[in-house]
């Protein structure tokens, strides 16, 4: 690399430094002025309990007083429908050895979940949603004297068939909870529930009884409204939220789709089949599963300001195809962590919520990363150790091509002497081509690839994109402390600032700041040991001595600091192979075996032949010119 290019990159990451921080100006002001604006419009809003009761009024008050209209309404829905429009909300609770399902007459739906093997950052209970935000609404059509009625079950009440036994017995494994809307005396919609005892997983069963002469023939689906407001429960907002989306799975498929990750609101249209949807959090996801596919839908969410207590408001509207003969239709829910482990029983596909990345970096993530993690799990309890451990084996596993990556750059560094007689030999432009085939002649001799210094790093780089994906979305980490650091998954602060470093933030992580550190002294030795390669190299020292960590260090500041601690790690561990590299190799000795190579009959690789054979063609070229 030549001095312009040099001063032309340094410029480039100038402009885009200035350009990134000015909007980052920008985007705080604006982030300033609707905070203002949240705030005011949040004071002039009814408190959470009076919206909740405003949102879940019946379709028929009993306090109207204008009996004319009850009398009319009455004679539209039927008296037994009418009735279930009228009541009072209460709250039904199934406990089993994971969770605690809330259930609520109003709607008959799911009201709030809480996980008990699981706390907020704050060490509170840890609720996916509450009775004030979820809604679950089946919407369809029925026959009535006087045409057709839309039905919402939402705004409907209906009765548990048996309240009173919602507790686990001794050796019962699966506690069934049915409620019923009735549409008239013979005929009824029951929500049936199906909660095993040692399972995040709630079948959810809709039974049309009787109701085959009172749905309205002509209706092509059934519509469903499901809605969710997730809390934060993480230790830093930013971090959480760029885990936090809506995703789903369509029918054979392995892969999933999400709405993407953003801090304002985002809508999608789904227009082919899909087979489940998901609110995923960070950590945790509430899943809807349709046994036959739902037909289509579409997905949105909106994001609180940061200083809300709350994440998303979630929202889907799917629909279920529709025959007048179907008496039943099966979906099942989803309740509980996003671990990958966990996940991958259900057989659904639900583990690809865990962002392990694609192809080989997530090949690596679930056949060695998340194997070491649960074995060691099994007889370790600190993660940091696990980490370490975890370090040590990924870093013995590549520890042949550290060797030969370490080999290569000192061969490259023993032929300095000539390459510099070829660059001599040959300083005109026009004898480039006869440089390279020079120096090329001269690598076969020797017994040296070029390209062995980069491509053992380039190997252990879909190794390092892995860590990168599963420690921020390691629920084992979730946490979990090791030294100072009260939570592996988040970031380790030991100094809160009282101001906020544009692309820093506004704390120190020690461990981002010691894993940047490290990474100035590994670059520091290579490149005492790569320098005298060649001047592309030398012009290489800033962007390898100080640009590299300081990028680091402001990339990490705010993520996980077990990826900081597992980066620190390695660094410290590529630092001691490389001085028992030097211990162990001598550079007389490799010298003598590289001139004793250039003596024997060399046979060309494919590779150096279409290499020079795309030479000659340059040189023919050229002379053609």
Not at 18 to 33: C, H, I
Not at 255 to 281: C, H, M, P, R
Not at 449 to 472: D, S, W
């Amino acid at each position: 690399m030549d001095k312009k290019t040099l001063i032309g990159l340094l410029l480039i990451g100038v402009i885009l430094f200035g350009f990134t921080w000015y909007n980052n100006a920008q985007l705080e002001k604006y982030n300033r002025q609707k905070a203002i604006a949240d705030s005011i419009a949040a004071a002039n809003m009814p408190a959470p309990e009076e919206f909740a009761a405003d949102t879940l009024q019946p379709v028929v008050s009993s306090a109207q007083p204008d009996t004319t209209a009850r009398q009319e309404a009455a004679t539209r829905l039927g008296a037994q429908l009418y009735a279930a429009s009228e009541g009072e909300e209460q709250f039904y609770t199934v406990e089993n050895d994971l969770m605690k399902i809330t259930f609520s007459n109003r709607g008959g739906r799911v009201a709030s979940v809480e996980l008990k093997d699981y706390k907020t950052y704050q060490g509170t209970p840890l609720v996916l949603f509450d009775e004030n935000s979820s809604v679950f609404d089946l919407s369809f059509f029925i026959k009535q004297a006087f045409g057709t009625a839309q039905i919402n079950t939402s705004d409907y009440y209906f009765t548990p068939v048996d309240p009173q036994n919602l507790t686990f017995g001794e050796g019962e494994q699966e506690k069934t909870f049915a409620m019923r809307l009735p549409i008239d005396s013979a005929s009824y919609i029951e929500y049936c529930y199906g909660i095993q005892k040692d399972n995040y997983s709630v079948s959810f069963d809709v039974r049309f009884v009787g109701m085959q002469d009172k749905l309205a023939q002509n209706q092509g689906d059934l519509g469903l409204l499901w809605k969710q407001t997730t809390f934060q429960n993480e230790k830093g907002f930013d971090n959480e939220n760029n885990y936090t989306t809506i995703a789903y799975n369509y029918p054979g498929e392995k892969s999933i789709e999400d709405l993407g990750y953003s801090k304002e609101s985002k809508s999608e249209t789904i227009n082919t089949k899909v087979k489940w949807v998901a609110f995923k959090q960070q950590f945790f996801s509430s899943i809807l599963v349709g046994n036959e596919d739902f037909q289509n839908g579409s997905i949105e969410y909106q994001t609180f300001a940061p200083s809300s207590d709350r994440m998303k408001a979630f929202q889907a509207r799917l629909s279920v195809p529709f025959s007048p003969q179907t008496q039943e239709y099966g979906f099942s829910f989803y309740f509980g962590p996003n671990k990958f482990s966990t996940l991958k029983k259900y057989d659904l596909h639900f583990e690809r919520l865990v962002p392990l990345g694609g192809w080989i970096v997530g090949w690596i993530s679930r056949w060695l990363v998340i194997p070491t993690f649960d074995i060691l799990g099994k007889f370790i309890h600190n993660y940091g150790i696990i980490i370490l451990l975890l370090t040590i084996v990924i870093k013995v596993l590549i520890s042949p091509l550290t060797y030969k990556s370490y080999l290569s750059t000192a061969k490259m560094r023993l032929l300095k002497p000539e390459m510099d007689q070829l660059n001599a030999k040959y300083p005109k432009p026009e004898d480039a081509m006869k440089k390279q085939q020079a120096m090329m002649t001269l690598y076969r001799n020797a017994g040296v690839n070029p390209m062995g210094g980069c491509l053992p790093l380039l190997i252990q780089l879909p190794i390092l994109i892995a860590m990168f994906r599963f420690f921020p979305a390691s629920i084992e980490l979730r946490g979990e402390h090791f030294l100072w650091v009260d939570d592996l998954s988040s970031y380790d602060s030991i100094l809160n600032l009282p101001f906020s470093i544009p692309f820093y933030g506004s704390h120190v992580s020690l461990f981002a700041l010691l894993m940047a550190v490290s990474v100035y002294i590994s670059s520091r030795i290579n490149y005492s040991q790569t320098a005298s390669a060649g001047p592309q190299m030398a012009g290489m020292k800033f962007m390898m001595l100080y640009l590299m960590p300081l990028m680091l260090l402001l990339w990490f500041n705010n993520y996980s600091s077990g990826l900081s601690y597992y980066y620190l790690v390695s660094n410290l561990i590529t630092i001691g192979q490389t001085y028992a590299f030097r211990y162990g190799v001598s550079d007389e000795k490799l010298h003598q075996r590289m001139k004793e190579n250039a003596k024997k009959p060399q046979k060309k690789s494919k590779w150096q032949e279409r290499y020079e054979e795309a030479l000659r063609q340059q040189q023919a070229n050229a002379r053609r010119r």
